[in-house]
């Protein structure tokens, strides 16, 4: 992917970020769904007192690309932390599997936190991911 891409993915899960509703954990995450359209959708995290019903910002992304009828995925870029991000924010299993559901293994994931970057593919996060055999 070309470096200005990677770029503006990662400004957009940034300022994506700033609409998540984290009061319980102050852990704020942002992230940037590239399309192979060129389209891109954001998400943010949104938690809930019970926890259960929380929602992680790649799901938010994924979901309302999905909602929008789109099926064709290239990367996703994820910023996120407590305060300023510190450290990468790797996404969690949940949010893997539901990658794993729409998109091939060579799907690259971007994480940085403004002062390491590094890129993954599903495959490398979840080499043995449960997929439905078609």
Do not use: W
């Not at 995450?29 to 019970?50: F, K, P, Q, R, W």
């Not at 979901?63 to 996120?80: E, K, M, P």
């Not at 060579?106 to 979840?126: A, H, N, P, Q, V």
């Amino acid at each position: 992917m070309r470096k200005e891409t990677t770029e503006l993915l990662l400004k957009k899960a940034a300022e994506a970020r700033g609409a998540s509703y984290s009061p319980y954990s102050g852990f704020s995450v942002g992230a940037a769904l590239l399309l192979s359209d060129g389209s891109i959708y954001t998400g943010a995290n949104i938690e809930n007192s019970s926890y259960t019903p929380t929602v992680c910002a790649e799901r938010v992304a994924f979901f309302s690309a999905l909602h929008d009828g789109h099926r064709d995925f290239r990367a996703i870029a994820i910023v996120g932390g407590k305060g300023e991000p510190t450290g990468l924010c790797y996404p969690c299993g949940v949010c893997l599997q539901v990658m794993s559901e729409f998109c091939s293994g060579d799907f690259e994931i971007i994480l940085s936190d403004g002062k390491e970057g590094r890129t993954l593919t599903l495959d490398e996060l979840l080499p043995r991911r449960f997929t439905l055999k078609k």
